[in-house]
């Protein structure tokens, strides 16, 4: 079973539209706290303890109720929201951190940074326990095999590397003009690994010989995030864009290679994307997040948005971290990272029960 938990970067832009007029906007499909369905009651936000002291650039699960974050305050943190409580927190780096990801095989946080380090930390230690060969500028994507034995990162510096994580030896970097990486992830039981770059295309790479394979249709927009459904047979990506140009999310058949859908209805650049688990018989879920303080639950097959949560005050949001219990956690640029709690049996019509009920 994999166990690997992975968030990427984010990516957003400068400025965004004003709350209320984004909010209105969105008012049919928004079940939050501050504007509750006619037929749910509101329930309070919880503010527990904050994780970060600056913005938050991204997340992954670890367990039921805990993340692994990473921000703008240099600092990687595992925080368990059920208790309210910073389980761990590692200062090592010297600048932002990008990107992470977590195995509880290995019992271990891997991190990316602006100070262009790949870190392993574990929760015995207040320092890495390990450091990979640095790449020449931002380490923007990270993901570790299913086997926790390998690790791929990607970097603004064009190249892909992998890493043998028992020795911490570089297996070999690939270069790619103009690949400007915005995201890794591991297609489960596979040595492919999925990436987006700058240069608008999905990547597939076979990384035993650190070849791309497969490359998309060059999109209109830069592909920001990317993330691999669980059976490894589909990938969603993730566009940036302004007032609804771009701004898209498109789901791909990586078995035919092919785009399939395209998901429409932020109005600006979507930092992150997930699969959502959902249980067995329901019907299959993703959900993005973007600048736009809109988080989004999708019907994966149909397009169709079931609900949107307005993270009023959160600024961009760049991160997702989605739980088989039906709760979300979102990273933001201004209000540290926000728990959404949906419910699959509670639907109206073509509209799923969604609402945010912590933040820290």
Known sequence: MKTVKRACPCFFTESSP???????????????VEDPSPSNSAVAVQHLEAAHRESVLCVCPVSAGTTASGGADNAVVIYDYQKGEVVKKWTGHEKEVKCLCYSAEAEAVFSGSRDLRVCMWRMDSDHPVAEFEK???VVSAIDIDTDNKLLCTGSRDNSVRLYDIPTTHTIGKAHISRNLVTCVAWLPNSMEVAQTSEDKTLKLW??????????SIIKQYIQTSCAVSPDGLYCLTTSNGFGGH?????????????L????????????????????????????T???????????????????????????????????????????????GIHVVKFDTAQTSGNQLLARRYATY
């Open 18 to 32: 004003s709350s209320s007029g984004r909010y209105n906007k969105h008012k049919q499909d928004v079940y939050s």
């Open 206 to 215: 076979d990384m035993r010989r650190l070849e791309v394979i497969h490359t």
């Open 289 to 335: 997040c973007s600048s736009d303080a809109l988080l989004k639950i999708w019907d994966r097959d149909t397009a169709r948005c079931l609900s949107t949560v307005c993270i009023e005050g959160g600024g961009q949001l760049t991160g997702l971290a989605a739980f088989d219990n039906g709760e979300l956690c979102c990273s933001s640029v201004k209000s």
């Open 135 to 137: 790449h020449d500028l």
């Open 246 to 258: 771009g701004c898209e999310a498109t789901l791909w058949d990586l078995r035919q290679r092919q």
């Open 260 to 287: 399939l859908h395209e998901f429409k209805g932020h109005e600006q650049t979507i930092g992150a994307c997930a699969f959502v688990p959902t249980p067995e018989g329901s019907r299959y879920l993703v959900a």
